[in-house]
């Protein structure tokens, strides 16, 4: 089709959540009566008299309030939607809007399985709660979005009055990819209805946990305080010289007082400067703990934003090998971790990072960072929601980490210290994905390129692409507070072209600083590209001896990603080859040929999207793609792909090369026939139940053609197409999107 200009930006908003379930066009009448009946809206019940709790007795606050357990009522009493939607309704007998989460914390307690979407601005639910002390109380919201909402919700009391002010949701990928946001609310003491306002759509919410910002979680021991006073943050980085103050057998415990920089604090004990090159800006953060020895402890006092396993990423470095180096209690002692070991990193000052999972409670708590063996230091340690493996207590290693290949800055939040042209090279392009679109800066130095990635994130490389107005000079730098800034990488003799940076550092914020330029314009990037660690190992292969018909993969309940690197391992260079690039023999119109030896069957590819096509004979032809969307019946169109499947199936073909979901726009184009019409909606609605009939006969379904492939001639000539912004993601990508929602093409 020749080239197309496509941005790759986030999906749109789309009220109503039309990703939800299958359904033809006569929803848009239930919805539009629905709409009808609540016109205005229903005036906001938050203290009505027939609202009461859900279960009969309010949540307690501090505690957690799980989304689906909002107050009963009805209707205009304890919620207000403009429509009903949700798959997970049955949890009650008045549901709305809910559905099973996919959230991996707090699913257990009642109401925990479920959280609310179909958010739409304007919307509200009641939650009646217990407070049991007045004062200041932090909230934590479990919310999800694809988009990244900046005035999504908010709480308000009985009276209407905004507590909590606006609350922006981030984008976390998917509406069932979750994170937490805080913020703060004053609360009276006693039993009252607090409202979560719904201020705009496009995100999931599962629960919110409300800890008073005075108190709450473990107590630490007598006469033990947090350094400096405050409680390190959980998530987050705690530096192993910010250890509680109190003293020995209070603080801490050690055999001896040892150090060589132990005055960074007045009661400092084995503290030295470090030579890690990763985190040193933050208070205690240049100086390691080292002369460790078996029974010696330090107490860190951290307040826990939301109850959950968190990854414990330890900053180590060990001349040698401890099988047995360390764990982590609580304040009654219990093992969290089990025990962590340390690999040989090569010297005291010579850094890696150990990984464990601890599972907390929220609120304030002391954690004792106990030394089981000697020969080993300690920098610190960070702290990440979720659990990324680690040691059950018993005994073991923390998980083999390696760096990842996914791209954390891709369509996160850009920003430049100037642009050449806001419109033609803004910085969010350097960060797209497509190596065709660039950020170009104002021609002068210094000039910086900054990504906020969300969240403290492990970071192990970073990748620039440049144009051909690179830099020289320039700085790889971090922040977690996007105001003081760590150099991670410096050169003053960059090449341009593609240049890769392994680093070692936890940060949010990170950016390119550049100080001299290689050429009299700007500075010009292609694409700025951010790595984490991650334990899947990376897939590696093609160099072994070949099959021999004995594969241990077939049937096995291995993960995927161990069985297939038994495959590359295997296969030798002839095989690999085999795989990529296929056969022109076959009778099909494409086919991927076997590789017996590895015990991998051929697959056979045939056109569709009417039926098996390509001149396959004996099948049946079924009606075209207009006349099935003029049904307007997705479960007819369901059976009919189920119909057409089979034929497939039937004739030995793997993959079915349809359907054809773009959008007709002219209807001199010659495919016009093949596709589902001018709607987006039914479009996407008729494609899903397609694939679906499709794919429950075992064939592979390949929907086509992404995106705006639908005229014979076009007006820039060479099959060149400009699309914009909003016609793209509104109109002619809508249709792939629902379906890979939906129906999950292969």
Known sequence: MGSLHVPRLA???????????????????????????LAGGAPRAASAATGAPYGGTAAAVPGTVYAANYDTGGQGVAYNVTSTNGSANGYRSDGVDLETTADTLNTTAAGGAYDLGWTTGGQWFNYTVNVATAGTYTVAFRLSSPYGITDALHIANSS???????????????????????????????????????????????????TLTSSGGGSPPSGDAPFGGTPAPVPGTV????????????????????????????????????????????????????????????????????????????????PAAVADALHIDNSAGANLTGSVAIAATGSYQTWATV?????????????????????????????????????????????????????????????????QDATDYPASDATDGDPGTRWSSAFSDPQWLEVDLGTETQICSVGILWEAAYATAFQIQVSNDNSTWTTVYATTTGAGGQETFPISTTARYIRMYGTVRATQFGYSIFEFDVYGLTTTAPLSG?????????????????????????????????????????????????????????????????DGPNGVGDGTGGVTAFPDGENAAATFDPTLIQQEGTAMGAEFAGKGVNVALGPTTNLVRDPRWGRTYETYGEDPYLAGQITSAEVEGLQSQGVMSMVKHVAAYDQEQYPNGDNDETVSQQALEELYLAPFQTTAEQAAPA
Do not use: K
């Open 11 to 37: 999906w749109p908003r789309r009220a109503g959540r039309g990703r939800r379930g299958r359904r033809g066009l006569a929803v848009l009448a239930v919805a539009a009566l629905a709409a009808l009946t």
């Open 160 to 210: 209407g009055t905004n507590l909590s002010g606006a609350v922006a949701v981030p984008n976390t990928g998917g509406y069932e990819t979750w994170t937490t946001v805080d913020a703060s609310v004053t609360l009276p003491a006693g039993q009252q209805t607090l409202t979560v306002d719904q201020d705009d759509n496009g995100w999931n919410f599962h629960y919110m946990t409300f």
């Open 239 to 318: 530096q192993a010289a910010n250890y509680d103050t109190g003293g020995q057998g209070v603080a801490y415990d050690v055999a001896a007082v040892n150090g060589t920089a132990n005055s960074y604090r007045s009661d400092g004990v084995d503290l030295e400067d470090t030579a890690d090159t990763s985190d040193t800006s933050p208070a205690g953060a240049a100086y390691d703990i080292g002369w460790t020895a078996a029974g010696q402890w330090f107490n860190y006092t951290v307040e826990v934003a939301t109850a959950g396993t968190y990854t414990v990423s330890f900053r180590v470095a060990a």
């Open 355 to 419: 990984t464990a999972s601890v599972t907390l409670p929220a609120g304030q708590q002391t954690l004792t960072v106990d030394q089981d063996a000697a020969g080993w230091n300690l920098h610190y340690l960070a702290f990440t929601q979720g659990s990324g493996g680690g040691t059950p207590p018993g005994g073991g290693t923390g998980p083999t980490e390696y760096c990842g290949t996914q791209d954390l800055a891709l369509d996160q939040p850009t920003t430049a210290s100037s642009t």
């Open 542 to 606: 093609g160099n072994g001896n070949g099959g021999n018909g004995t594969c241990p993969w077939v049937g096995s309940t291995a993960p995927v990603a161990q069985r297939v690197q038994q495959v590359l391992t295997t296969m030798d260079q002839a095989e690999e080859l085999d795989l990529v690039a296929g056969d022109g023999s076959s009778s099909y119109i494409g086919q991927i040929p076997a590789v017996p030896d590895l015990c991998i069957p051929a697959t056979n590819l045939q």
